[in-house]
């Protein structure tokens, strides 16, 4: 199962989110039926973030927003989601060949960089 919540955030809350997110992440984690999960925001919209999460199976995504540690850092950070479905089957699946998926510049360029020749973020504070 696939879990896809995506958020509008300002720029200045962009830091506090960003932890908030990794932190929910970090709980989720800790439950029986994580697979993994990410933190990311749009390349080209700054203010548009999403996380994602994989779970076993539907019970088990259940099961872990149910804990007490979920209800105190997932569960709240979920609510603020934009209004959409958020739970996907998992259809079809392509696994890694190996090679990195990053770019090759991946360490040179930062987010923004490569929409213009100075984006500055809110991370280059």
Do not use: C
């Not at 392509?94 to 490569?114: K, M, N, P, T, W």
């Amino acid at each position: 199962m696939l879990v896809v919540t995506r958020y509008r955030v300002p720029p200045a809350d962009a830091v506090t989110f960003r932890d908030r997110a990794r932190r929910a992440l970090e709980v989720l984690a800790t439950k029986p039926g994580w697979r993994g999960g990410h933190v990311g925001r749009a390349a080209d919209d700054p203010e548009l973030w999403v996380v994602s999460s994989e779970w076993e199976n539907v019970g088990s995504y259940r099961r872990a927003l149910s804990s007490y540690e979920s209800k105190l850092e997932a569960v709240p950070l979920l609510s603020l989601a934009i209004d959409e479905p958020t739970a996907f089957e998992i259809v079809a699946t392509v696994e890694s060949s190996g090679a990195s998926v990053r770019a090759s510049d991946a360490d040179q360029v930062g987010l923004g960089e490569a929409a213009a020749p100075v984006v500055p973020t809110d991370f280059d504070r």
